[in-house]
């Protein structure tokens, strides 16, 4: 499951959402955390998508990187989906 890349640096693939990819600050965040990866893993391309349309729809920079914090340690707990948020506008 790992992916080449042109430096010859190993890239675990992180499973994309149903219409959004995910960025490369969300995969470097799940792929830090075993946890965190086998619960994306485990939720459904449209839960991912949930996450990713979440996570890009921040205005700063710090408002998405506590976005992405968060989704790590919140799919850690269990948790499937953002809360509080109406959902991603792109499905």
Do not use: F, Y
């Not at 499973?15 to 619960?39: C, F």
């Not at 890009?56 to 509080?84: D, F, N």
């Amino acid at each position: 499951m790992t992916k080449q890349i042109a430096t010859g640096v190993a890239r675990l693939r992180v499973a994309r959402g149903q219409v959004h990819t995910v960025p490369e600050d969300l995969r470097k965040a799940l792929s830090s955390e075993r946890a965190a990866r086998a619960a994306w893993e485990d939720i459904t391309p449209l839960a991912r998508n949930e996450w990713i349309c979440w996570i890009i729809s921040a205005k700063k920079a710090e408002t998405r990187s506590h976005r992405i914090e968060r989704t790590r340690t919140e799919l850690i707990e269990g948790v499937r989906r953002p809360c509080c948020w109406a959902g991603c506008i792109h499905r």
